[in-house]
């Protein structure tokens, strides 16, 4: 059983920048593709970027390519997401998973088995 515990979310301004983290316990972490997504109020939980076992292929959301990056630690079973140029529409709470990597370019929920509870994302304008 994997164990995904998200940090780093908050309030920022438009324009700002946040990272956040995600620390994987309890599995083989090289085992897994990682993957973030987020849902805002009253809307679907979307993708937003993922990375394959070893850090060697990212892919993003359209909405989020070239503003956000994804990558990974495998020494210290972390991934992270740094979020550059938010906007409004980036408020949500984001969510850590794990899945198998199986293939690149993990994108929909199904594909991920484990989940992390989630941190919040606030952008003002």
């Known amino acids: 059983q994997v164990r995904l515990v998200e940090s780093g979310g908050g309030l920022v301004q438009a324009g700002g920048s946040l990272r956040l983290s995600c620390a994987a316990s309890?599995?083989?972490?090289?085992?897994?593709?990682m993957g973030w997504f987020r849902q805002a109020p009253g809307k679907e939980r979307e993708f937003v970027a993922s990375i394959n076992w070893s850090g060697g292929s990212t892919y993003f959301a359209g909405s989020v390519q070239g503003r956000f990056t994804i990558s990974r630690d495998n020494a210290k079973n972390t991934v992270y997401l740094q979020m550059n140029d938010l906007k409004p529409e980036d408020t949500a709470a984001y969510y850590c998973?794990?899945?198998?990597?199986?293939?690149?370019?993990?994108?929909?929920?199904?594909?991920?088995?484990?989940w992390g509870q989630g941190t919040q994302v606030t952008v003002s304008s």
């Open positions: 309890g599995g083989t972490f090289t085992s897994y593709a």
């Open positions: 998973a794990a899945g198998q990597d199986y293939a690149l370019g993990l994108s929909r929920t199904d594909e991920f088995d484990y």
